[in-house]
């Protein structure tokens, strides 16, 4: 699924702990619940709170990863009711994240 920028950050995740990976929808409402100011747009801080949720142990590369990825006009937010989460979700998927 897409690029897979695990080999610029290491692995993600440790296989010993992790059991199933997150699907779409979960994600799609993990990085809706990191809107913590209920604007639709995920900012910088809030995105990289979720990737912290999602097990990232370098959150701030993985936001920019992220942004970079899934940030299309540019505007440094990900709007949650546009192609930007589907995209996001894409990428965050691509990392191999599993449910705990
Ligand atoms: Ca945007």
Same mark, same amino acid.
């Given at each position: 699924?897409?690029?897979?920028? #695990?080999?610029?950050?290491?692995?993600?995740?440790?296989?010993?702990?992790?059991?199933v990976?997150?699907?779409?929808? #979960?994600?799609?409402?993990?990085?809706?619940?990191?809107?913590?100011?209920?604007?639709?747009?995920?900012?910088?801080?809030?995105?990289?709170?979720?990737?912290?949720?999602?097990?990232?142990?370098?959150?701030?590369?993985?936001?920019?990863?992220?942004?970079?990825?899934?940030?299309?006009?540019?505007?440094?937010?990900?709007?949650?009711?546009?192609?930007?989460?589907?995209?996001?979700?894409?990428?965050?998927?691509?990392?191999?994240?599993k449910v705990?």
């Amino acid at each position: 699924m897409g690029f897979n920028y #695990q080999l610029a950050c290491g692995a993600e995740v440790n296989t010993k702990e992790a059991q199933v990976v997150w699907t779409d929808d #979960q994600l799609r409402k993990v990085f809706r619940s990191y809107d913590s100011n209920n604007d639709g747009q995920l900012s910088w801080d809030e995105l990289r709170a979720a990737f912290k949720y999602l097990g990232s142990h370098c959150s701030y590369f993985r936001t920019g990863r992220a942004l970079s990825y899934a940030d299309e006009n540019k505007d440094g937010l990900i709007n949650l009711s546009n192609v930007e989460l589907s995209d996001l979700v894409s990428y965050a998927h691509s990392c191999g994240y599993k449910v705990f």
